[in-house]
């Protein structure tokens, strides 16, 4: 398969060159997860791969308990369908336990981190609590939460299956509890998988509906697992595989690659940019899209490729060409930059 199909490829099974989404749930679905430390990018995301839906529509979703926000793959917060959280939490979790206890000692929470966790699981019995609540009830119960400790003690009970984000609180996002939020099988499931092969198959597969054609190195990349895990998802499924030769792999009986998609907006930290080792297809020489602080900044797709970045001062899109636009394309821009602005003001 040549360099220009695989793109191709690629778009498609991002929904970004075929029939777009119903819903972000939907959307969600096809992506498996999508980068959630930056909740107008998630949003942005969603808008970029459905039609019809608002921002208003994913805040709604996150209310039905359909779609949750919670550290997955590579210790990074992902807004992910419900009924994914125990596949993800099972599967991509236990390599994050050993960096996850090392900055627990050194923020200074050290062994009141099990403590800390029996904090914010009791707090979060009486419904939503916010970020701000959760810390007050730790520094009662006397553990640290000063500089990163808090973030480090959540991001703990959240490996531990107790908590994930749900529902908005204002402009906030609440924690609540995975056992009462989503119920007691899908935090009986959380842990380390019982057939882990198993679940690493349906990984495999799950990630290669929003990404094939990939190799067992761009799945690692995106999960945040070591390549053996990789490989062993992709071999527990090589009978629903074909062989595109090079180690690119694919889903049998996929749809033909879709023509390149109109000239649209993505939000920062958009999926097409985190979903394989190399992202060279998609930026070509921008590599500024990218900052050396891990800044994933919103950009302008032309014919499959990034060719503007944008931004939205008071509430109206900007956008600065990094390289030559066609009049149409500036034109397509525009166009799109208007259902941006209308897509988050609704």
Not at 56 to 83: C, K, M, P, Y
Not at 278 to 296: C, D, M, Q, Y
Request: charge should be positive; glycine fraction near 10%; hydrophobic fraction near 40%.
């Amino acid at each position: 398969m040549k360099g220009a199909e695989t793109h191709r490829a690629r778009l498609t099974a991002q929904g970004l060159a075929t029939r777009p989404g119903r819903d972000p749930v939907e959307v969600a679905e096809r992506l498996l997860a999508i980068q959630g430390q930056d909740p107008r990018g998630a949003r942005l995301a969603v808008r970029a791969r459905s039609e019809g839906p608002a921002a208003s529509d994913v805040d709604r979703a996150l209310e039905e308990r359909r779609l949750v926000v919670t550290w997955v793959n590579r210790g990074t917060l992902h807004l992910i369908r419900a009924e994914d959280y125990p596949l993800l939490q099972a599967v991509t979790t236990p390599p994050l336990w050993t960096s996850c206890r090392t900055r627990l000692r050194q923020t200074g929470v050290g062994d009141r981190a099990e403590r800390g966790i029996e904090v914010v699981a009791r707090a979060l019995e009486d419904g939503p609590r916010t970020r701000a609540q959760l810390r007050d009830a730790l520094d009662s119960a006397d553990v640290p939460t000063a500089g990163q400790a808090l973030v480090h003690v959540l991001f703990y009970a959240s490996l531990h299956g107790v908590c994930v984000r749900g529902p908005m609180v204002g402009a906030e996002q609440a924690f609540v509890s995975v056992r009462d939020w989503l119920g007691p099988e899908a935090a009986a499931r959380t842990g380390p998988a019982g057939d882990r092969d198993a679940s690493l198959g349906e990984l495999a597969r799950r990630y290669l509906v929003g990404h094939g054609p990939a190799t067992a190195a761009d799945l690692a990349r995106w999960a945040g697992l070591p390549l053996r895990d990789a490989r062993a998802g992709l071999t527990a499924i090589s009978r629903r595989l074909v062989d595109l030769g090079d180690g690119l792999v694919d889903l049998r009986k996929r749809e033909e690659p879709a023509p390149l998609p109109e000239p649209r907006l993505l939000g920062a930290f958009d999926p097409l940019l985190l979903g394989w080792a190399s992202r060279e297809a998609v930026i070509g020489p921008h590599k500024g899209l990218v900052t050396t602080n891990g800044i994933f900044r919103p950009f302008a797709l032309v014919k499959g490729r990034a060719v503007s970045t944008w931004r939205l001062p008071k509430g109206k899109v900007e956008i600065e060409h990094l390289e030559k636009v066609t009049k149409k394309a500036a034109a397509g821009l525009e166009a799109d930059a208007t259902a941006v602005e209308a897509f988050l003001s609704t």
